[in-house]
């Protein structure tokens, strides 16, 4: 029963479109991950962000994929253009510093 | 190169049994380490956590930690079939605790 807030759920769109995927963290939590998640490689980190600074985010391809938190209650990813490579399911989770991380339901993404 | 490796698996064992699940790390560094159990279709839950060597216990999960080995392992004691699912390590490094996670070992208990 996830309390992080992911949405939306599901996502089918086609190639070159802009995806835009949110996430609510637990109140009071100070770090957001945004992890991808495929069969071939697993859990990837994706970005991360502590108290809304962006941490780290050489996971993420720069040229297409954008990570965002404009306000303590709000963290989103975009996509933009889409490719079919990036059909997996993307989870945000969040934690305070880092600890005992709670994730959100997922996002799946599909890209036709 | 993963920095966190799951190479066993995928594992069956026989309701009741014990399950032992391993993981090697690669950063010496390492600080903080998890244990996350996922069902099919269902986002990561938080199971255990380690922080120092030897072992954690919590009801019937065990886990084990040796830095000098960079090794964590988790047994599950008296296996159920509600135990199936993947069980993914995590392993926290650097300043900021940054968690990576192995590819994760798919259980399935038998009844």
């Known amino acids: 029963d996830a309390r992080v807030t992911q949405t939306p759920r599901h996502k089918v769109t086609e190639m070159g479109q802009e995806v835009t995927m949110r996430c609510q963290p637990i109140?009071?939590?100070?770090?957001v991950f945004w992890y991808r998640q495929t069969m071939m490689q697993g859990l990837e980190l994706l970005a991360y962000?502590?108290?809304?600074?962006?941490?780290?985010d050489s996971g993420m391809p720069k040229d297409r994929f954008s990570a965002e938190m404009p306000d303590a209650t709000l963290a989103t990813l975009k996509i933009q253009p889409s490719e079919p490579r990036d059909s997996a399911v993307y989870f945000c989770?969040?934690?305070?510093?880092?600890?005992?991380?709670?994730f959100g339901a997922g996002t799946r993404l599909s890209v036709l | 190169q993963k920095e966190v490796e799951q190479n066993s698996g995928p594992l069956s064992v026989p309701e009741g049994a014990i399950a032992s699940l391993n993981c090697t790390y690669s950063d010496r560094g390492s600080q903080s380490f998890f244990w996350y159990r996922q069902y099919s279709g269902k986002s990561p839950e938080l199971i255990m956590s380690?922080?120092?060597?030897g072992d954690k216990e919590d009801g019937r999960f065990t886990a084990q930690l040796n830095k000098a080995s960079q090794y964590v392992s988790l047994l599950i004691r008296d296996s159920q079939p509600s135990d199936s699912a993947t069980y993914l390590c995590a392993v926290g490094t650097g300043a900021n605790s940054k968690l990576t996670f192995g590819k994760g070992i798919t259980l399935s208990v038998r009844p």
């Open positions: 380690i922080y120092s060597n």
């Open positions: 109140l009071g939590h100070n770090t």
């Open positions: 989770a969040s934690g305070r510093d880092s600890l005992f991380t709670d």
């Open positions: 962000f502590r108290n809304r600074a962006p941490l780290d």
